[in-house]
């Protein structure tokens, strides 16, 4: 069975700076899709980043950029210049047929 | 991108009654829904897939007689809890996947079930 496994329950950084947040899973498929989702408050799932296993370049959105080691089955996020806005939960995500998710890392921007 | 609604966003029951949480697609047709319960600082644990018009596939664990799903058509799933108890006050989430690239799945906003 896969799983995800997110070491990092809560952290915490000053507003400009940059985090990152790690995360690992187990899986013995070779096709699948790896995603980063926000949690804000009001609890609505907001995707973030995607990325196909099967590409080797690291999926981008803006500010927030992935480090893929596929062979390691590591999966960071990089958040550059975080803003107060960014406080949120943040799951890692595995799919191949379903989406199942790590615990979460509960990321808090500093003013 | 793709809406998901959730109806109703909050409800509270009394012990050992029954309530009905929609699932709606707004503006694509969902040929799979997913159904999520989250605890309190927890994760989401994916309770059941349902594909229209079949029965729904639920997880290890998940009691099927007491978490009712029917997904009867490509833009609805209902999440019936029967005999709520306390211990499943809990937030529900949905998510919907169609015809997309990649199988891109939309999540909804959440329905909190607080049973007294």
């Known amino acids: 069975a896969q799983t995800v496994t997110q070491s990092q329950p809560e952290m915490s950084v000053q507003e400009a700076e940059t985090v990152t947040l790690s995360c690992t899973y187990d899986?013995?498929?070779?096709?699948?899709?790896l995603f980063w989702y926000k949690q804000p408050p009001s609890r609505q799932m907001i995707l973030v980043i995607r990325?196909?296993?099967?590409?080797?370049q690291n999926a981008t959105e803006n500010r927030f950029s992935v480090n893929f080691q596929k062979a390691a089955k590591s999966f960071s996020l990089k958040i550059s210049d975080s803003q107060l806005g960014d406080t949120a939960m943040y799951f890692c995500?595995?799919?191949?047929?379903?989406?199942?998710f790590g615990k979460g890392t509960r990321l808090h921007i500093l003013p | 991108g793709a809406v998901v609604s959730q109806h109703p966003s909050w409800v509270i029951c009394k012990s050992g009654t029954s309530v009905k949480i929609e699932c709606r697609s707004l503006?694509?047709?969902?040929?799979?829904m997913f159904w999520y319960r989250q605890f309190p600082k927890q994760s989401l644990m994916l309770m059941a897939t349902?594909?229209?018009?079949?029965?729904?596939?639920?997880e290890q664990g998940v009691e099927k007689d007491k978490f009712l799903i029917n997904h009867a058509s490509l833009t609805l799933s209902t999440l019936t809890v029967t005999s709520a108890h306390p211990e499943d006050s809990s937030f529900y989430i949905c998510?919907?996947?169609?015809?997309?690239?990649?199988?891109?799945?939309?999540f909804g906003p959440g329905t909190r079930l607080t049973v007294l």
């Open positions: 995500a595995f799919q191949d047929d379903k989406i199942i």
């Open positions: 899986t013995s498929e070779n096709n699948y899709y």
């Open positions: 998510s919907a996947r169609g015809a997309f690239r990649d199988n891109e799945q939309f």
């Open positions: 349902s594909n229209e018009g079949s029965k729904a596939t639920y």
């Open positions: 503006d694509f047709q969902a040929t799979t």
């Open positions: 990325q196909e296993a099967y590409k080797q």
